[in-house]
């Protein structure tokens, strides 16, 4: 059923995809009010930008006029016009695989390392986002455009009248209370329509993907790429610097994140399987295990941003619902997955460009809101089964590097899908998650990495290698889970 679109709606949460959606529908003419319980500048992660996320957010530049975000798309382009956001270059992901008491390190014919360039160079390359600036950064923008943010203020209670269609909504920094035509829930983990709406954690769907993490930002680490030149360690087939990069340390049911901003500031989180073996989840206890993240650390001193680690309990998360009357949540609320492939910023602004284009319309139709909701769960379970495969196979460089093909795989034609299209066909589901033949490979891909973990035969990576080349064989393009390219990728560039 469509009603009429009154151009009254509450934004819960002003972190960058809050802000955006809000900056579109007050371009539109709506009237938006954008809450948050805190205030800007503050410290967040989910910092790592790809190439899918550029594209999505040069669409909405274009689409609705955001001219003055062009920037954000292009790392060169970022540095010349925007040198007071924070931001950091992105040429790819770079992997290195760590034994207990290994030191810096390359091996013959890359056992050990894994890169995935994502650009042709350092001017084109995606980006990671300083979230303190640039969430105030966007904030500031969609106030200018004549958005109403209140920081520091809370729903304290809110009806929906079924008559009118509209919420009423009281809130602790107003005194009288404020009717909505809808709200957007841009809370993340906060979750706020959710817990408004009374949803039953109990009924939550389940995630293949079982982990948490300990984080922070630091200064003076050292580049690990240095590390490896002063071990002796040729690197001169990198195809970019691996400190360039969403950088990753391998370990058996573990992982370390580096990002590094051009501030200064690095960002480090150590994510552990709790599936696996996490004998190691403590941070000094992996200082001592693995002498090659020691080197990085040995100067280091945590930010003033984050002057004690910060910890998680599990990661993952999955309401039981995205939307109701007069209501709906962006992606980076109705759950979250896990930091490896850094498919965050991505679906969020997917997420944005799908709600952008329903609440532009003359009428906001329910349906519409209704099969947003049900495509971004589908985009979960596919997101899923992509992370989840990675774990299981972690103990195995060469299992586990064949497994990431299939992302790679689901990112490129996704990217590839969206620059063919024309303007007015609609657009695919992130990581082509309504195309049945991809959802298939990657079932029956995750399936078979399952089954190696739980019967432990790391034997025989070859024969894992050629499944997975032939699952990816009709939709890849650019020559993924080859042995000859010996895991230095240098080419996968859409643009």
């Given at each position: 059923?469509?009603?009429?679109?009154?151009?009254?709606?509450?934004?819960?949460?002003?972190?960058?995809?809050?802000?955006?959606?809000?900056?579109?529908?007050?371009?539109?003419?709506?009237?938006?009010?954008?809450?948050?319980?805190?205030?800007?500048?503050?410290?967040?992660?989910?910092?790592?930008?790809?190439?899918?996320?550029?594209?999505?957010?040069?669409?909405?530049?274009k689409q609705y006029g955001l001219q003055e975000l062009r920037p954000l798309t292009r790392y060169g382009l970022w540095c010349e016009k925007l040198p007071e956001v924070g931001v950091g270059a992105k040429r790819g992901f770079s992997y290195f695989f760590h034994a207990p008491g290994d030191r810096p390190k390359t091996t013959v014919g890359h056992q050990g390392e894994l890169l995935v360039a994502a650009s042709h160079s350092q001017a084109m390359a995606d980006t990671h986002w300083y979230r303190q600036d640039v969430d105030r950064f966007l904030l500031e923008y969609a106030v200018s455009l004549g958005v109403t943010s209140i920081s520091n203020c809370e729903i304290e209670c809110a009806s929906y009248d079924e008559l009118e269609r509209t919420w009423q909504v009281k809130f602790n920094m107003v005194e009288r209370d404020e009717i909505f035509d809808w709200i957007i829930d841009a809370s993340g983990a906060g979750e706020v329509m959710c817990r408004l709406s009374n949803e039953d954690i109990v009924s939550r769907p389940d995630l293949l993907t079982n982990t948490s993490a300990v984080y922070g930002h630091f200064r003076n680490i050292q580049d690990y790429d240095n590390l490896l030149i002063d071990a002796g360690m040729d690197i001169s087939d990198f195809p970019f610097s691996s400190d360039v990069a969403a950088q990753h340390h391998v370990f058996t049911s573990q992982w370390l994140w580096s990002l590094r901003f051009d501030n200064g500031v690095t960002s480090l989180g150590l994510v552990s399987d709790l599936n696996g073996d996490v004998d190691q989840v403590?941070?000094?206890?992996?200082?001592?295990?693995?002498?090659?993240?020691?080197?990085?650390?040995?100067?280091?001193?945590?930010?003033?941003?984050?002057?004690?680690?910060?910890?998680?309990?599990?990661?993952?998360?999955?309401?039981?619902?995205?939307?109701?009357?007069?209501?709906?949540?962006?992606?980076?609320?109705?759950?979250?997955?896990?930091?490896?492939?850094?498919t965050g910023i991505a679906h969020a602004l997917s997420g944005v460009e799908r709600l952008a284009e329903i609440f532009t319309q003359d009428e906001v139709c329910q349906l519409a809101v209704n099969q947003y909701t049900e495509a971004v769960y589908r985009e979960f379970r596919l997101i899923d089964q992509l992370i989840a495969g990675c774990y299981h196979l972690m103990p195995s460089k060469r299992h586990f590097e064949a497994y990431c093909m299939l992302y790679f795989t689901a990112a490129h034609n996704y990217e590839t899908c969206r620059m063919e299209i024309s303007a007015n066909a609609g657009l695919p589901g992130i990581f082509l998650s309504d195309d049945f033949q991809m959802v298939e490979l990657i079932e029956e891909g995750y399936h078979l990495a399952r089954e190696i973990s739980q019967s432990d035969r790391w034997e025989a990576p070859e024969l894992f290698e050629q499944q997975i080349r032939e699952l990816i064989g009709s939709f890849d393009q650019i020559g993924l889970c080859n042995p000859n390219a010996r895991s230095m990728y240098r080419y996968t560039a859409i643009l």
């Amino acid at each position: 059923m469509c009603v009429v679109n009154r151009p009254r709606i509450l934004v819960i949460g002003s972190g960058f995809s809050g802000s955006i959606v809000a900056a579109i529908l007050r371009k539109h003419g709506h009237h938006i009010t954008l809450i948050d319980k805190a205030s800007h500048p503050r410290f967040a992660i989910g910092e790592s930008s790809t190439p899918t996320a550029s594209l999505i957010l040069q669409t909405l530049i274009k689409q609705y006029g955001l001219q003055e975000l062009r920037p954000l798309t292009r790392y060169g382009l970022w540095c010349e016009k925007l040198p007071e956001v924070g931001v950091g270059a992105k040429r790819g992901f770079s992997y290195f695989f760590h034994a207990p008491g290994d030191r810096p390190k390359t091996t013959v014919g890359h056992q050990g390392e894994l890169l995935v360039a994502a650009s042709h160079s350092q001017a084109m390359a995606d980006t990671h986002w300083y979230r303190q600036d640039v969430d105030r950064f966007l904030l500031e923008y969609a106030v200018s455009l004549g958005v109403t943010s209140i920081s520091n203020c809370e729903i304290e209670c809110a009806s929906y009248d079924e008559l009118e269609r509209t919420w009423q909504v009281k809130f602790n920094m107003v005194e009288r209370d404020e009717i909505f035509d809808w709200i957007i829930d841009a809370s993340g983990a906060g979750e706020v329509m959710c817990r408004l709406s009374n949803e039953d954690i109990v009924s939550r769907p389940d995630l293949l993907t079982n982990t948490s993490a300990v984080y922070g930002h630091f200064r003076n680490i050292q580049d690990y790429d240095n590390l490896l030149i002063d071990a002796g360690m040729d690197i001169s087939d990198f195809p970019f610097s691996s400190d360039v990069a969403a950088q990753h340390h391998v370990f058996t049911s573990q992982w370390l994140w580096s990002l590094r901003f051009d501030n200064g500031v690095t960002s480090l989180g150590l994510v552990s399987d709790l599936n696996g073996d996490v004998d190691q989840v403590d941070w000094s206890t992996m200082l001592t295990t693995y002498p090659a993240i020691q080197a990085m650390l040995t100067e280091s001193e945590l930010d003033s941003a984050t002057p004690s680690l910060c910890s998680s309990d599990r990661l993952q998360r999955l309401s039981s619902r995205g939307c109701g009357p007069g209501w709906v949540a962006l992606p980076g609320t109705i759950g979250f997955i896990d930091p490896l492939h850094s498919t965050g910023i991505a679906h969020a602004l997917s997420g944005v460009e799908r709600l952008a284009e329903i609440f532009t319309q003359d009428e906001v139709c329910q349906l519409a809101v209704n099969q947003y909701t049900e495509a971004v769960y589908r985009e979960f379970r596919l997101i899923d089964q992509l992370i989840a495969g990675c774990y299981h196979l972690m103990p195995s460089k060469r299992h586990f590097e064949a497994y990431c093909m299939l992302y790679f795989t689901a990112a490129h034609n996704y990217e590839t899908c969206r620059m063919e299209i024309s303007a007015n066909a609609g657009l695919p589901g992130i990581f082509l998650s309504d195309d049945f033949q991809m959802v298939e490979l990657i079932e029956e891909g995750y399936h078979l990495a399952r089954e190696i973990s739980q019967s432990d035969r790391w034997e025989a990576p070859e024969l894992f290698e050629q499944q997975i080349r032939e699952l990816i064989g009709s939709f890849d393009q650019i020559g993924l889970c080859n042995p000859n390219a010996r895991s230095m990728y240098r080419y996968t560039a859409i643009l």
